[in-house]
């Protein structure tokens, strides 16, 4: 395994890591095929586990993902593959600030709320040590974003988080939550039809800042990666150095910055063995024009 430091913190992550939404959503697998998929990451030396309170099926299923990795933590019993020490050192990143009202998706960064869903999380988590990276989901317009991130930094100080991150914010949203607490990461949408951290400043500000950039949906989820496997390019690419164009596209992502640690879903072993094999594929600069 490869890994990758979680900006100044000194914590080492591999360098690809799970996201773990597809084994709580609405097709997901039945609960002992998914904690399968979470230990065979752990076999593979994935060390970096990306989840959420909503990623579950509605507001009366939230933090099922979480619920579930800790589960999938307290009964692994293989040989973690990681050089960085016991499988109680695996990083959870989870996030809040959404909700699921009947399924659906809807920002929500009441204070009140953000306070009570990062004690439900910890709690979710196994409620012993601070969860190691939370990340405020999304900003929501209806509250000042300095309201929102005084429960964070009320949180940080109880000891209930370790270290904080973002999500789906601007630059200018990054430095404003920059100036209540550290931030060490950002989680922004990027795959080969959503490009705008290359060019909206976010990727040169992680870069600049030494910030570990989280692309969520690095191969576009699943209906748009079946396009992929009609674009001929990609394809004799991906031939001429046997490997999928599942895994070419994230080696492609990973090396548009060193500050890049895909979080790719999986739901099934050999979805998460395919991740972690991109980390030997090499794409020339000439090479990446092609993606």
């Given at each position: 395994?490869?890994?990758?430091?979680?900006?100044?913190?000194?914590?080492?992550?591999?360098?690809?890591?799970?996201?773990?939404?597809?084994?709580?959503?609405?097709?997901?697998?039945?609960?002992?095929?998914?904690?399968?998929?979470?230990?065979?990451?752990?076999?593979?030396?994935?060390?970096?586990?990306?989840?959420?309170?909503?990623?579950?099926?509605?507001?009366?299923?939230?933090?099922?993902?979480?619920?579930?990795?800790?589960?999938?933590?307290?009964?692994?019993?293989?040989?973690?593959?990681?050089?960085?020490?016991?499988?109680?050192?695996?990083?959870?990143?989870?996030?809040?600030?959404?909700?699921?009202?009947?399924?659906?998706?809807?920002?929500?960064?009441?204070?009140?709320?953000?306070?009570?869903?990062?004690?439900?999380?910890?709690?979710?988590?196994?409620?012993?040590?601070?969860?190691?990276?939370?990340?405020?989901?999304?900003?929501?317009?209806?509250?000042?974003?300095?309201?929102?991130?005084?429960?964070?930094?009320?949180?940080?100080?109880?000891?209930?988080?370790?270290?904080?991150?973002?999500?789906?914010?601007?630059v200018e949203q990054i430095e404003r939550a920059m100036k209540i607490v550290p931030i060490v990461s950002v989680q922004n949408q990027h795959n080969p039809w959503h490009r705008n951290p290359e060019f909206d400043g976010v990727l040169e500000f992680c870069e600049k800042k030494?910030?570990?950039?989280?692309?969520?949906?690095?191969?576009?989820?699943?209906?748009?990666?079946?396009?992929?496997?009609?674009?001929?390019?990609?394809?004799?690419?991906?031939?001429?150095?046997?490997?999928?164009?599942?895994?070419?596209?994230?080696?492609?992502?990973?090396?548009?910055?060193?500050?890049?640690?895909?979080?790719?879903?999986?739901?099934?072993?050999?979805?998460?063995?395919?991740?972690?094999?991109?980390?030997?594929?090499?794409?020339?600069?000439?090479?990446?024009?092609?993606?």
């Amino acid at each position: 395994m490869q890994f990758k430091t979680l900006s100044s913190t000194g914590i080492k992550i591999s360098a690809i890591g799970l996201g773990a939404m597809p084994l709580s959503l609405s097709r997901r697998p039945p609960e002992d095929k998914a904690i399968q998929v979470i230990h065979r990451a752990l076999d593979l030396g994935v060390n970096f586990i990306d989840t959420a309170d909503s990623y579950c099926l509605d507001e009366n299923d939230k933090h099922h993902n979480e619920k579930l990795i800790t589960k999938a933590l307290e009964t692994y019993k293989g040989d973690f593959g990681s050089s960085v020490g016991s499988v109680q050192e695996v990083i959870v990143a989870t996030k809040g600030g959404l909700l699921r009202p009947n399924g659906d998706w809807t920002v929500h960064g009441e204070p009140n709320h953000i306070r009570r869903t990062i004690k439900e999380s910890f709690e979710a988590l196994g409620g012993f040590y601070p969860i190691p990276l939370w990340q405020l989901h999304a900003v929501d317009p209806k509250y000042p974003l300095e309201s929102t991130f005084v429960p964070i930094k009320e949180a940080v100080d109880m000891g209930l988080i370790k270290h904080v991150g973002v999500s789906n914010f601007s630059v200018e949203q990054i430095e404003r939550a920059m100036k209540i607490v550290p931030i060490v990461s950002v989680q922004n949408q990027h795959n080969p039809w959503h490009r705008n951290p290359e060019f909206d400043g976010v990727l040169e500000f992680c870069e600049k800042k030494n910030l570990i950039f989280l692309p969520w949906s690095p191969v576009g989820g699943g209906y748009r990666y079946k396009q992929l496997l009609n674009v001929k390019p990609l394809n004799d690419l991906a031939s001429a150095k046997n490997c999928t164009v599942y895994s070419l596209i994230l080696a492609w992502l990973r090396q548009k910055s060193p500050c890049v640690v895909p979080i790719p879903g999986a739901s099934r072993n050999s979805s998460i063995e395919d991740s972690v094999s991109s980390l030997n594929v090499v794409i020339t600069q000439q090479e990446m024009k092609i993606c």
